[in-house]
């Protein structure tokens, strides 16, 4: 395994367990340390369904990235996008409709360091060290001024991302801020931990989990599905709305299962009209 890859940047501390390359551990990825994988094989002991819960993220990102090129989409701006693993934007996208620009935006350098050699060769893909919280920084920086056309649509794509901004740093005002700087026609595309059934009863102790994870990630804030309507005001979901990530316009590849609430995550599409 990378235990001293040669991109990762000096200052970064690999002993110490990182929460993207703990998702990449769960995703089945190469990109981790040690630590991360004794981080994440503590939050699996504890909460056995997060393995399922990241398989089917992925799944939910593979269909709405097929949904929004079938709607005509060809730019994405995947915001919290992570460390580049199979089935990224760009391979899904690209692999629709050549022509698809792909920016990946992550707060973490860790993330982007890994992401630009994978990218390197493609010119119409990039990833850019930015906050989500710093809509500007993230608008006007210059891979994503020179490969997103914002009078054209754009999906916008936070999957599992958004329970790391606290209401404080308030998500909705923030969305506004992208919504702003979209054209008519653009999308956005959520996944966000719930952790309820379909009753809102609590289906994995939070808790726990923070306590296990708390030194690599932010505290995590878990919403519903009002709190995901409320962040994407003045977006029109599209069918089927906010729902349990199986639920979401599942193929014939779509595990729904017998008890989808247990992806923990919700999933929501919507449009700017
Ligand atoms: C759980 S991973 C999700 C990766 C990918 N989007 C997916 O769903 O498979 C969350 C990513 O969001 C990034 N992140 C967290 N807060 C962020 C912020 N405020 N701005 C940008 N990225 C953020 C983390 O660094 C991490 O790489």
């Given at each position: 395994?990378?235990?001293?890859?040669?991109?990762?940047?000096?200052?970064i501390?690999?002993?110490?367990?990182?929460?993207?390359?703990?998702?990449?551990?769960?995703?089945?990825?190469?990109?981790?340390?040690?630590?991360?994988?004794?981080?994440?094989?503590?939050?699996?002991?504890?909460?056995?369904?997060?393995?399922?819960?990241?398989?089917?993220?992925?799944?939910?990102?593979?269909?709405?990235?097929?949904?929004?090129?079938?709607?005509?989409?060809?730019?994405?701006?995947?915001?919290?996008?992570?460390?580049?693993?199979?089935?990224?934007?760009?391979?899904?996208?690209?692999?629709?409709?050549?022509?698809?620009?792909?920016?990946?935006?992550?707060?973490?350098?860790?993330?982007?360091?890994?992401?630009?050699?994978v990218?390197?060769?493609?010119?119409?893909?990039?990833?850019?060290?930015?906050?989500?919280?710093?809509?500007?920084?993230v608008?006007?920086?210059?891979?994503?001024?020179?490969?997103i056309?914002?009078?054209?649509?754009?999906?916008?794509?936070?999957?599992?991302?958004?329970?790391?901004?606290?209401?404080?740093?308030?998500p909705?005002?923030?969305?506004?801020?992208?919504?702003?700087?979209?054209?008519?026609?653009?999308?956005?595309?959520?996944?966000?931990?719930?952790?309820?059934?379909?009753?809102?009863?609590?289906?994995?102790?939070?808790?726990?989990?923070?306590?296990?994870?708390?030194?690599?990630?932010?505290?995590?804030?878990?919403?519903?599905?009002?709190?995901?309507?409320?962040?994407?005001?003045?977006?029109?979901?599209?069918?089927?709305?906010?729902?349990?990530?199986?639920?979401?316009?599942?193929?014939?590849?779509?595990?729904?299962?017998?008890?989808?609430?247990?992806?923990?995550?919700?999933?929501?599409?919507?449009?700017?009209?």
């Amino acid at each position: 395994m990378l235990d001293r890859p040669g991109w990762a940047p000096k200052q970064i501390d690999l002993n110490r367990p990182n929460a993207a390359r703990m998702y990449d551990y769960l995703l089945g990825g190469g990109c981790n340390t040690a630590a991360d994988r004794e981080m994440a094989k503590r939050l699996v002991a504890r909460m056995p369904q997060v393995k399922e819960t990241v398989r089917l993220n992925r799944s939910f990102l593979r269909r709405v990235v097929s949904f929004l090129v079938g709607q005509g989409v060809t730019q994405f701006l995947d915001i919290g996008a992570g460390i580049p693993s199979v089935g990224n934007v760009h391979q899904l996208a690209q692999g629709l409709d050549p022509e698809c620009r792909v920016v990946y935006v992550d707060n973490d350098p860790i993330a982007v360091a890994y992401a630009e050699p994978v990218l390197k060769d493609n010119k119409l893909a990039a990833a850019v060290l930015a906050d989500f919280r710093s809509p500007d920084q993230v608008l006007n920086a210059p891979a994503v001024r020179s490969l997103i056309d914002f009078d054209q649509p754009v999906a916008v794509l936070t999957l599992m991302m958004m329970h790391y901004v606290p209401d404080s740093a308030d998500p909705a005002r923030l969305m506004g801020r992208y919504r702003d700087a979209l054209a008519p026609g653009s999308y956005v595309a959520v996944s966000h931990p719930s952790f309820t059934g379909a009753h809102g009863e609590l289906l994995a102790d939070a808790e726990a989990v923070g306590e296990i994870v708390h030194e690599a990630v932010e505290p995590l804030n878990l919403r519903g599905a009002d709190d995901l309507l409320r962040i994407l005001a003045g977006f029109e979901p599209v069918p089927p709305g906010v729902v349990h990530l199986p639920l979401w316009r599942p193929d014939s590849t779509a595990d729904i299962g017998r008890h989808p609430e247990r992806s923990l995550v919700y999933g929501v599409v919507a449009a700017k009209p």
